[in-house]
């Protein structure tokens, strides 16, 4: 290989092994240090683009390569020019929208970008539209990133959107987010922006955009769609009127279950757990799979010795390691059963002293087609004269995490920054199916011994949780009451203005004991 090839294999390959020597000789044939990072080690980058957009490479691997390429750029740095440091691709403002604590994706577009010759301003979580107006006046970029995760996000990105217009602002914009899709982004975002607002579905993909944005030619294509779409009649929904159903059908649920009183209505208080007892209730499938994208049933892969599968396995399994050693990771729940009972719609809260005394009440969706479900329906009507109960919980993987990762990113591991916030997500996940399986011990019906964790994971066991948000109860606003319920404060999760919580890696939820209680969408 030439000089120029090694120098972007080390990039391709994600390895640092001959890259320092390498750079050394480079220093010496190359004009500038400069010359060196859009040369060489640039078209490095763009081809692990390419085989990322290929399926060729996963997100592990992207940050790996995106490690070379900081490492390379730190070494060339002390002997670049002052005016040299200044010469990138262009500069973007990122930010997490007001309301929304997660940044886990986010921080994957920073690491693309400011590894693909960006500048990149990272406003951080919970960002108000006034602070970002206020950013972008003063920093000027080319273009801005929104980020959210939940539909409550993206009603905010339409917000900010809007008050970035009233403030005069029109340089392009990219959201991205689980909730956000290119329709609700053209048809709701776009409408409230002079600009162009272009939609994400991933950190690479946005890397290609905005190369888009700073190529002229491209960006008039951009501004062209824009046009041609916002020219389109849009679809009309006023003639379309839903059809009234006198009444609905009822689901067929049975009614004549036993209720299942539960050893106590305490309030249980956890806060001695590690992240021991946590890490056989980790999903692996959804660490390594959907957060680090190893394509594939991972069970099976390391069974067959993939190596990708193994190598990223293997970092994790480390990962883990340090994380008991330095206590990254410091779990922590409460939950508590309640008397309840169900009326229409509405599931009625009782307080656990005096059965009489209504504390709380949570008026749930019901569908409007199919089974016609609403989780109301899992709890014993108040008609019945029978007292049933639901249960609380909350859990966290605590507040140690964005520091620590934010430390990783500073010092060039990307990719083990990424997997930490990833392993904190799933940490609260397996510390939910941890303490759901108490509660199910304390309600009477515990699993069968012959039960396995992939069973856990796939919900096998009686009874089922529901996270306010998602798609059986999906106003995000109940969490307030969640809140007042069991008060999460006390194992240090708040509450943000848009009811999410923070820390991210945190997970609630309504409990029931209903047997033939299951997930469904009420959309």
Known sequence: MTLEERL???VIEGTKEGLIPDLEIALASFPSPLDIINGPLMDGM??????????????????QSAEVMKAAVSFLEPYMEKNDASASKGKIILATVKGDVHDIGKNLVDIILSNNGYEVIDLGIKVAPATLIESVRKEKPDMIGLSG???KSAQQMVITAHDLKQAGIDIPILVGGAALSRKFTDTKISKEYDGLVLYAKDAMNGLTLANQIQDQAERQTLIEEKKAKLSQEPASFSTHKRTATAVLERPQLRTDVAVFVPRDTKRHLLMSYSLDHVEPYINKQMLIGHHLGVKGKIEKLLQANDEKAHKINDLVTELIVEAKEKEWIKPAAVYQFFPAQSNGNKVI???PNDHSQVIESFDFPRQEKGA???LADYLKSVDSGEMDY????????????REQAEKLKADGKFLESHALQALALESAEGFAELIHRQMRDAWGFPDPASMTMQERFAAKYQGQRFSF???????????SKLFALIKPEDIGIELTDGYMMDPEGSVTAIVFAHPEARYFNVL
């Open 8 to 10: 972007a294999y080390y």
């Open 149 to 151: 995760l939940l539909v």
């Open 372 to 374: 016609y479900l609403c």
């Open 469 to 479: 948000g998602y798609p059986a109860c999906p106003n995000l606003e109940d969490q």
């Open 46 to 63: 763009i081809e692990v683009g390419r085989l990322f957009n290929n399926n060729e490479l996963i997100v592990a691997e992207v940050l």
């Open 390 to 401: 639901v249960g609380f919980f909350a859990v966290t993987s605590g507040n140690r995490i």
């Open 349 to 351: 809260i009782y307080d």
